[in-house]
């Protein structure tokens, strides 16, 4: 059941990455849009699609995977549902970014090694300076800014992200099950 699922949700996507190519007329020079589009699809640049790109573009796997790992906002590697952000540029690093780093990777049992926690809904990951220094520390999650961050501030938002998915996905258990409860 499970596995039919993945394969009718691989079908799904690569149906949008034709549409994507398609849209940019399969012209090799609109390989970077082409690629930042099925990132925003997958959150990713998976090696298989890569390949399919580079076929259906006509250009050699080579510069494709080039292009797609010289730029820093190409992920070749899955990421979880929410990405964490921890800026250690220099006004965040003096602001003691690092303890909030460490803490999150406490909570997660991430690493710097081990990037995404096991249940892949987080990824977390230090970058340089988002420009927002004023705020130091900045933690982002998604899309969302968190300015003065504290350790313990970081580990709050993130038991309560998690007990918003465990909330989603009992919401969405009680649903199939009424959905079922209907058809019978
Ligand atoms: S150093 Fe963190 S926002 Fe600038």
Redesign the pocket.
């Known amino acids: 059941m499970a596995t039919a699922h993945l394969t009718v949700d691989r079908a799904e996507k690569f149906r949008i990455v034709c549409g994507i190519l398609d849209r940019h007329g399969y012209r090799p020079s609109g390989l970077i849009p082409i690629l930042q589009a099925i990132q925003r699809e997958y959150q990713y640049l998976p090696e298989e699609v890569l390949t399919f790109v580079a076929t259906s573009l006509d250009l050699p796997p080579a510069r494709v995977f080039g292009v797609a790992t010289f730029y820093a906002h190409f992920a070749l590697e899955q990421k979880g549902k929410h990405v964490i952000r921890i ?7 003096v602001k003691q ?1 690092l303890p909030i780093l460490n803490a999150i990777h406490g909570e997660l049992g991430t690493s710097e090694k081990q990037k995404t926690s096991i249940d892949a809904l987080f990824t977390v990951e230090t970058v ?6 004023g ?4 933690v982002v999650v998604d899309e969302q800014v968190y300015g003065g961050m504290t350790p313990e501030r970081a580990v709050a938002l993130v038991n309560e992200i998690k007990m918003q998915e465990i909330a989603g996905d009992a919401q969405a258990a009680a649903a199939a099950v009424n959905g079922e409860l209907h058809v019978h």
């Open positions: 800026c250690d540029g220099t006004a965040c690093h970014s340089a300076c988002l420009g927002a220094c705020l130091a520390p900045v």
